[in-house]
Nanobody, 115 residues
Framework: QVQLVESGGGFVQAGGSLRLSCVPS????????RGWYRQAPGKERELVAT???????NYADSVKGRFTISRDSAKSTVFLQMNSLKPEDTAVYYC?????????WGQGTQVTVSS
């Protein structure tokens, strides 16, 4: 059973930065892709950024140039560096791992950006 634990969320003023981490546990085979998603109140969950096992990244237009996804391959940890945060970035952030075509989600971490 794969479990993902996010950390690093919190409260920050507009223009500030946060760094999210997602650490997996359990026994699993090769991770095909890692990603961050977010869900704001009253909205659907949306993609923020993904990174493949080969290091190819993809970002939502709304975060390009401000957020950076990275990974520590040795530990399978994935990070999301968030700079120049805006109030519209306020949401619960979830990490997702794709392993052997199955998706696994973390429990989420709250990010709140004040204006």
């Amino acid at each position: 059973q794969v479990q993902l634990v996010e950390s690093g969320g919190g409260f920050v003023q507009a223009g500030g930065s946060l760094r999210l981490s997602c650490v997996p546990s359990g026994i699993f085979s090769r991770v095909n892709a890692r990603g961050w998603y977010r869900q704001a109140p009253g909205k659907e969950r949306e993609l923020v950024a993904t990174i493949t096992s080969g290091g190819v990244t993809n970002y939502a237009d709304s975060v390009k140039g401000r957020f950076t996804i990275s990974r520590d391959s040795a530990k399978s940890t994935v990070f999301l560096q968030m700079n120049s945060l805006k109030p519209e970035d306020t949401a619960v952030y979830y990490c997702r791992f794709t392993i052997s075509l199955a998706n696994y989600w973390g429990q989420g971490t709250q990010v709140t950006v004040s204006s």
